[in-house]
């Protein structure tokens, strides 16, 4: 099957400095994957490199179809971009922004008006089209970049950090938006540094680190592979922690959580609390299983330490 | 190619558009000629321009000639006078600031006159202000020796008994100076003005181009071009347009002012000018295309900018006539796009010249533009693709 994007040994220098060092990768069609890492891991230079915006220094890519380093301006016609700054003039409405880049993929006057206003309804910008994006809030820009990078009607779509800084309506719109995308099979290819996102939003992601991809995974995959033990959240009726929970060997760690408290352990050890719960005449309120984030899925696989480099 | 140029001409439009929206930078844009006409209009010192000035004079005698020669300065020429005494006190004067410049008469110049013996003035001007002393000593010769002729013309007429025959043995030469154009020599913005509109066309379009393209390139609306399918020299051909275009305006208003506020007059033909305008915008492009390629954000770009526009300035002939520098110095002027559009301008517009007189200046500028831009473009595609 032919791949949406496909790399092999995609590497970028600076100088002396590789910020990204021979990714190799394959994207199916329709699928939302997601690039995760630390700041200057990477992450931004891959994304601009796979939009045609940084060119590789070796390495090859295709790209729905077109070789990245051949085809550029094929690759182009194909792909739609949001990136963490905003592609928009603030002198221009709303409107004349998205038809603007439009006109720039030179598709037909009549085609680029019913797109415009078709996109513009579907993120509710439409009652605001001829104002100046300057008075523009946030979450408004946010979603005329989005429209404006979906106007040629891409195959793939990158966001570079979505959405970064926008409020949780504004977040859910456009979260709702791409993944209504991605049922319509547009590939989509993302990074974040927010966990939430990739949980909710990604069939794979792929860590990367030192400009080098470490691992691809499902989510849920990513988090199997750290979860060692059980965690529950239990909340006692009880005001006081009962005594008996220091002395079940299957609990290997206590924390004591806001109005509740927090257990570590084997897979025997929910079965025991249980049983001790109902010989001390204990009541349990409420419990819950806590699953690993991605969060320490990726402070487990990159470490916790904050790496600074200079970009030469 | 076809499409190339169409997609120039879309950014261009883009580009006016929200420049033309932007309050604040379209004051700056009309501000920044009607500042330079204004300076370059009034500062410049002529002889008008000594009117008001403070002058010193140390008058001893009294007597009608030297009367006379006071109410020639306080009234004709318009100088304010002080009194003094002597050549020490005019010095001392000139040292607090309190005048410009002094003349000393002394106690027996009348007695001398009528007594067949030579008089003397003495003439002081402050040196460190030079354009001043220059114009303050040259008044001052040019009363003294017309003075000094009719005392003569009116001595030998008393002798010949002619008056003809008296003016004709003391100034046996007389000039008269031909002008090129009949405007008034005071007027020194008449040849100022092309100048002016060829250095405004320069600093606008190089500077404009320049923070255009970085600016874009900082706020990150370069990527949403360069992601879109459209050739590398479109973005070129686009900017150009868009810088060239207010170049263009902004030359235009230079033009309106130095006719409405200067009374400028234009002896050459319109259409001319506008071509070498146009050419002269077009030789300036590359070189502005070519910095900010180089240059990795705005500010480095205005500093490349303005450290190469300041020598551009002054040895372009805008300002200070070429043939006055030294040789090394005429040299730099020659490879300055400047020099042919400041000359080409001013020839056709002040002396009135067609074409052909100024076909050397337009394929000079022409042969810049084309070097530059194509020195130009490669950079410019490595650098958005860095």
């Known amino acids: 099957m032919e791949y949406a994007v496909k790399t092999e040994n995609l590497t970028k220098k600076f100088g002396e400095f590789t910020a990204v060092d021979g990714i190799s990768l394959k994207v199916e069609r329709g699928e939302v994957f997601g690039f995760l890492g630390p700041n200057g891991a990477g992450k931004t230079t891959t994304m601009r490199m796979l939009c045609t915006l940084t060119r590789p220094t070796s390495g090859t890519a295709i790209i729905a179809g077109f070789d990245l380093m051949k085809e550029p301006n094929k690759v182009r016609e194909k792909i739609g971009l949001v990136s963490d700054k905003m592609i928009m003039y603030d002198r221009m409405t709303g409107w004349e922004n998205i038809v603007f880049f439009a006109r720039l993929h030179h598709l037909p006057e009549d085609i680029i008006k019913e797109r415009t206003e078709k996109l513009l309804r579907a993120l509710g910008m439409w009652e605001w089209r001829d104002e100046q994006i300057q008075n523009y809030s946030t979450g408004m820009r946010q979603r005329i970049n989005v429209a404006r990078a979906l106007v040629n009607e891409p195959e793939i779509l990158f966001l570079d950090e979505p959405l970064l800084g926008l409020d949780p309506q504004t977040s859910r719109v456009i979260r709702e938006f791409i993944k209504d995308l991605s049922r319509k099979g547009i590939t989509i290819i993302l990074t974040t540094h927010v966990m939430e996102e ?61 109005g509740h408290i927090r257990i570590h352990g084997n897979s025997d050890m929910l079965d025991e609390v249980v049983r001790n719960c109902v010989k001390n005449g204990c009541h349990i309120q409420k419990m819950k299983p806590v699953e690993p984030t991605i969060e320490d899925v990726f402070i487990a696989l990159t470490g916790d330490k904050i790496r600074d480099k200079i970009k030469r | 190619m076809k499409n190339a140029i169409k997609d120039g001409f879309l950014i261009a439009y883009k580009d006016l558009l929200t420049f033309f929206r932007s309050p604040a930078r379209l004051a700056v844009f009309v501000i920044m000629p009607l500042f330079m006409m204004i300076l370059t209009g009034y500062i410049f010192p002529s002889e008008s321009s000594l009117q008001n000035t403070d002058i010193a004079v140390s008058n001893a005698g009294g007597a009608e000639l030297d009367s006379m020669i006071l109410h020639i300065l306080k009234e004709d020429i318009g100088f304010k006078v002080v009194n003094a005494s002597g050549v020490e006190d005019i010095k ?66 008393a002798t010949v008994g002619n008056q003809e025959t008296a003016r004709n043995l003391v100034e046996p030469i007389t000039i008269k100076t031909e002008k090129m154009v009949d405007v008034d020599p005071d007027n020194y913005i008449e040849f100022m003005a092309p100048g002016l509109m060829a250095m405004i066309v320069m600093t606008s379009s190089m500077t404009g181009l320049a923070s255009a393209i970085s600016r874009e390139r900082e706020k990150g609306t370069m990527d949403g071009i360069l992601a879109a399918p459209i050739s590398r020299f479109s973005i070129i051909i686009g900017k150009s347009i868009s810088q060239g275009v207010r170049a263009f305006i902004q030359a235009m208003i230079v033009l309106i002012l130095a006719v409405a506020l200067f009374h400028v007059k234009i002896f050459g033909s319109i259409g001319l000018s506008l071509l070498i305008l146009v050419i002269g915008i077009f030789s300036f492009m590359g070189i502005g295309i070519l910095i900010s390629s180089i240059s990795k954000e705005q500010e480095t ?86």
């Open chain 1, 198 to 258: 990739v949980d909710k939003l990604c069939h794979r992601v792929g860590i990367i680190d030192h400009g080098k991809l470490i691992n691809v995974e499902t989510p849920d995959g990513l988090r199997r592979k750290i979860e060692k033990e059980d965690v529950y959240d239990i909340w006692f009726r009880e005001e006081a922690l009962p005594n008996f929970l220091h002395s079940i060997d299957a609990i290997s760690r206590i924390e004591k959580m806001n």
């Open chain 2, 301 to 386: 770009a205005s500093m490349i900018m303005m450290t190469l526009m300041f020598p551009m300035m002054f040895l372009s002939g805008v300002f200070f006539p070429i043939q006055q520098m030294p040789a090394f110095m005429q040299t730099i002027s020659k490879f300055i796009p400047l020099t042919y559009m400041a000359d080409s301008l001013r020839r056709v517009m002040v002396l009135g010249v067609g074409f052909g007189s100024i076909a050397t200046d337009i394929y000079i500028m022409i042969a810049y533009g084309i070097i530059f831009t194509l020195l130009a473009v490669p950079l410019f595609s490595k650098m958005v693709n860095r």
């Open chain 2, 92 to 157: 001392n004067l000139i040292k607090e600031g309190k005048v410009s410049g002094g003349i000393v008469i002394p106690s027996d110049f009348a007695y001398n006159i009528s007594h067949q013996k030579q008089s003397h003035v003495t003439i002081i001007t402050d040196q460190t202000n030079p354009q001043i002393s220059m114009l303050l000593s040259s008044v001052f010769n040019k009363l003294i020796e017309n003075i000094s002729t009719q005392l003569a013309i009116s001595n030998v007429n």
